[in-house]
Nanobody, 125 residues
Framework: QVQLVESGGGLVQAGGSLRLSCAASGGAFSTRAMAWFRQAPGKERNFVAAISWGGESTYYAHSVKGRFTISRDNAKNTMYLQMNSLKPEDTAVYCC??????????????????WGQGTQVTVSS
């Protein structure tokens, strides 16, 4: 069983930055593709970014490409999401997700087996 705990959310003004972290426990982190998803109030959960188990490949939603950067430190069992140039429309609960071992990153939530509880990001205008 994999446990995921997000941190780093908060309130920031438009144009500001935040760095989210996702700490994993339960084993095999370095063999799992990881991803960030977000869900705004009253809206469905949407893909934000994904990273392969070794970190060589990354994928982004069009809406965040060029502003957000996903990364991971397998020695620390932690994944990150650096968010720059934040916009009010980035306001959402951000959740990290882990895939089954040795699978490629997916842009769909169906591709992930484990989920964190989420961290709130609020961007004021």
């Amino acid at each position: 069983q994999v446990q995921l705990v997000e941190s780093g959310g908060g309130l920031v003004q438009a144009g500001g930055s935040l760095r989210l972290s996702c700490a994993a426990s339960g084993g095999a982190f370095s063999t799992r593709a990881m991803a960030w998803f977000r869900q705004a109030p009253g809206k469905e959960r949407n893909f934000v970014a994904a990273i392969s188990w070794g970190g060589e490949s990354t994928y982004y939603a069009h809406s965040v490409k060029g502003r957000f950067t996903i990364s991971r430190d397998n020695a620390k069992n932690t994944m990150y999401l650096q968010m720059n140039s934040l916009k009010p429309e980035d306001t959402a609960v951000y959740c990290c997700a882990a895939a089954s071992t040795w699978t490629s990153p997916s842009l769909s939530s169906d591709g992930y087996q484990y989920w964190g509880q989420g961290t709130q990001v609020t961007v004021s205008s």
